[in-house]
């Protein structure tokens, strides 16, 4: 799995038995910075074909060579049946527009597959998000049926929430409800905004809020809160998808024309997050759900304790504590997702992409 | 199959059973304008990712489309077990080059089979071209293969011709020598410098040299024909590929420039592309060979009449005789390497590609 925000490929070697996903190994292989400035050229952007191209077939040999070294000395190859390789998205629209006389949705992940499969000699699953969209689907989100296969309960409804730039919910019924649909998607905000503020109040020198600390001692501006939660987002019914351009630096830049001191903006944009995740968790979950997190919020501890006290009824855990790395879900989701794929088992969620129906997620590459 | 020429869609319904390919349909669907258009702004040149990804999944419309249409009436659809999709080629680089610190080539077809699997419910087997490359081939031509299987004889030795823009061979050998490999390479120029010589002296009017009347009438330039055959591609030792950069407008614009009739400079170069194809027959099948031709060039009755008469002992026909319209080969080419790849079996020939070792060439979308 390599995400939207460039970081690298991240590998976890999973094994998967009798239903039960066991993770193993977890390693994070940072893309070479020229290669990192090729991948930003080319998203959403101008750019030769050429260059998407080459770069198609670099990934290929690059993610080759990060499931080399994350199994070396630990997991032989050879004892490996499987490849899940969601590729590096250069571009997506899960939204039809108007394309030269068609409604055209699209996606674009690039990474070659064949490259994997003769590298490693082992089959390889790719392009999971494009039967989605061609089902009637955004291609996105993905990860909540895995949430469903990881999470499900007998009898308590679990909540696995993500806390990245953006957040979203999956809210997993419990085994005696399996029927009723798991509702998914983005709750608005995660650490973007905050982020954006903190780097502005640091020169770029600090990411990233450490434990919520500025959050803790500065002032929420309760106005500008409900101004902010008057968003019309909070009122689309799910599945609904937040974008990076919504709640993001123009979002953080308007904060900043207001005058109000940055450690005020961080503490309110703090509490937005919090309450858009809390809204959405007790307007589609029991009060008394289990709620996992994951993601980089769950080291703002000021966040999670806020959390804490809008949700009261509610239990507060990490997939930590059910032995997923939270840095490593999405990338054992996309394992999961390719044994999926060869069990034969439609594995989109129509109440979470919007699709028509439930579809094989996958295209095969031979070893 | 969709050429680099972008006419459009060619759509071949084909019956394989015990071996034999059996054509039973053939349609070609042009494509809209506005889509060629925009197809050739990203082939090879600057274009918005965003334009690429559109495009893929509305080639899978398009290509779903004239399946239907080519099906309509004749074959139910839910009788096709197996669809072949080679894709529009936008980028094709089959030499590898230095790229970000590795030797890198690639290939780039666009058109999504996740769209085309899902409109029409057939499994569908996309990206032909990628696993040779990653075995270290140059991706093409893919075709001798094919060719193998459609005209291997039991004794005799048999070429198949291709005279497109560029003009390619195949030299099957006999069943009894059938593990000679198949010698398979572009013999230099085809169709290509005739037509740009013809669009100039008709400004614009005729786009090729209909029965080769201009040809005929005219003069052959014996001493320029012999400084063309001294182009070192006609040295070199198969596998290798010729290009439109080699045997295009500009070689056409060199000719022009000498001053010399244009009648004549189309005599000299459909003689050149004569000779080029009869050196590379004579060098690399016995004399008695069969020659089987397809593509544009068999229209052109001097140029056919030429290559008799420099290979008085070859018997030359066309893939008509064989029950291939010359015009559907490369459609009926990927149905069957559709077919063998869910045989199991490998369909590059190294010997034709330069890989290092034969391999499953495709990528397997399930209905």
Request: glycine residues 8%; aromatic residues 6%.
């Given at each position: 799995?390599?995400?939207?925000?460039?970081?690298?490929?991240?590998?976890a070697?999973?094994?998967?038995?009798?239903?039960?996903?066991?993770?193993?190994?977890?390693?994070?292989?940072?893309?070479?910075?020229?290669?990192?400035?090729?991948?930003l050229s080319v998203?959403?952007?101008?750019t030769h074909?050429?260059?998407?191209?080459?770069?198609?077939?670099?990934l290929?040999?690059?993610?080759?060579?990060?499931?080399?070294?994350?199994?070396?000395?630990?997991?032989?190859?050879k004892?490996?049946d499987?490849?899940?390789?969601?590729?590096?998205?250069?571009?997506?629209?899960?939204?039809?527009i108007?394309?030269?006389?068609?409604?055209?949705?699209?996606?674009?992940?690039?990474?070659?597959?064949?490259?994997?499969?003769?590298?490693?000699?082992?089959?390889t699953i790719?392009?999971?998000?494009?039967?989605?969209i061609?089902?009637?689907?955004?291609?996105?989100?993905?990860v909540?049926y895995?949430?469903?296969?990881?999470?499900?309960?007998r009898?308590?409804?679990?909540?696995?929430?993500?806390?990245?730039?953006?957040?979203?919910?999956?809210v997993?019924h419990?085994?005696?409800?399996?029927?009723k649909p798991?509702?998914?998607?983005?709750?608005?905000?995660?650490?973007?905004?905050?982020?954006?503020?903190?780097?502005r109040m640091?020169?770029?020198?600090?990411?990233?809020?450490?434990a919520g600390?500025?959050?803790?001692?500065?002032?929420?501006?309760?106005k500008?809160l409900d101004g902010?939660?008057?968003?019309?987002?909070?009122?689309?019914?799910?599945?609904?998808?937040?974008?990076?351009e919504?709640?993001?630096?123009?979002?953080?830049?308007?904060?900043?024309?207001?005058?109000?001191?940055?450690?005020?903006?961080?503490a309110t944009?703090?509490?937005?997050?919090?309450?858009?995740?809390a809204v959405?968790i007790?307007?589609?979950?029991?009060?008394?759900?289990?709620?996992i997190?994951?993601?980089?919020?769950?080291h703002?501890?000021?966040?999670?304790?806020?959390l804490?006290?809008?949700?009261?009824a509610?239990s507060?855990t990490?997939?930590?504590?059910?032995g997923?790395?939270?840095?490593?879900?999405?990338?054992?989701?996309?394992?999961?997702?390719?044994?999926?794929f060869?069990?034969?088992?439609p594995?989109?969620?129509?109440?979470?992409?919007?699709?028509?129906?439930a579809?094989?997620?996958g295209r095969?590459?031979?070893a």
């Amino acid at each position: 799995m390599s995400g939207t925000s460039l970081d690298g490929i991240d590998v976890a070697v999973v094994e998967i038995a009798r239903g039960r996903i066991q993770p193993l190994i977890f390693k994070t292989t940072p893309y070479p910075n020229a290669v990192r400035e090729a991948l930003l050229s080319v998203s959403n952007g101008m750019t030769h074909t050429a260059v998407i191209a080459r770069l198609h077939f670099l990934l290929g040999e690059l993610y080759a060579d990060a499931i080399r070294a994350t199994c070396h000395r630990r997991v032989p190859l050879k004892s490996i049946d499987l490849i899940g390789m969601h590729g590096q998205t250069i571009f997506h629209e899960g939204a039809p527009i108007e394309y030269l006389g068609h409604r055209i949705a699209s996606t674009f992940q690039i990474g070659d597959p064949a490259i994997v499969a003769e590298r490693t000699g082992i089959r390889t699953i790719s392009n999971f998000r494009e039967r989605d969209i061609a089902a009637g689907g955004r291609g996105a989100p993905l990860v909540p049926y895995v949430d469903q296969l990881l999470f499900r309960h007998r009898t308590k409804t679990r909540v696995a929430l993500n806390i990245g730039g953006i957040a979203n919910i999956s809210v997993v019924h419990p085994l005696t409800q399996a029927k009723k649909p798991t509702i998914a998607f983005d709750t608005g905000p995660g650490n973007m905004v905050i982020d954006a503020l903190v780097r502005r109040m640091t020169d770029g020198k600090a990411a990233f809020d450490r434990a919520g600390d500025i959050a803790r001692a500065a002032q929420v501006h309760s106005k500008m809160l409900d101004g902010m939660l008057r968003d019309p987002y909070f009122k689309l019914a799910p599945p609904k998808t937040a974008g990076r351009e919504q709640f993001g630096q123009d979002f953080a830049a308007g904060l900043i024309a207001t005058g109000v001191p940055l450690e005020d903006l961080i503490a309110t944009a703090t509490e937005f997050t919090v309450r858009s995740i809390a809204v959405a968790i007790a307007t589609h979950a029991p009060p008394e759900s289990e709620v996992i997190a994951s993601g980089g919020g769950i080291h703002n501890t000021h966040l999670m304790q806020r959390l804490r006290a809008l949700l009261p009824a509610v239990s507060l855990t990490t997939s930590a504590d059910f032995g997923i790395d939270p840095d490593a879900k999405e990338a054992i989701a996309f394992a999961a997702l390719a044994h999926e794929f060869v069990q034969h088992r439609p594995a989109n969620l129509p109440s979470a992409t919007g699709a028509r129906r439930a579809v094989l997620l996958g295209r095969d590459t031979p070893a």
